[in-house]
């Protein structure tokens, strides 16, 4: 059981063909499918790589697609990502 009280941060952020990968500060990698993410699944290798970690590790931002991803909402199962506008 982790015994934690910090909230999880990530530390670097990747992809595969089909996935978002997330490392945590912990050591965790966290992968995602990226069909739960359509603005991220439809840009460029490039446009992937460009990326933020926010909030001290608690947000990923990627402003040339206009994306922005929850750490903790990953974690839950939660997909909290900005909705578009």
């Known amino acids: 059981m982790n015994t934690s009280h910090e909230d999880p941060k990530a530390k670097r952020v990747w992809f595969d063909a089909e996935n978002l990968w997330v490392e945590l500060t912990d050591g965790r990698q966290v992968g995602v499918p990226l069909a739960y993410f359509p603005r991220l699944m439809n840009a460029s290798a490039k446009q992937r790589e460009k990326y933020i970690i926010s909030g001290g590790g ?24 900005k909705a578009s506008a």
Do not use: M, N, R, Y
């Open 58 to 81: 608690t947000g990923l931002h990627w402003e040339d697609v206009d994306e922005d991803i929850s750490v903790p909402g990953l974690l839950a199962g939660v997909s909290l990502h």
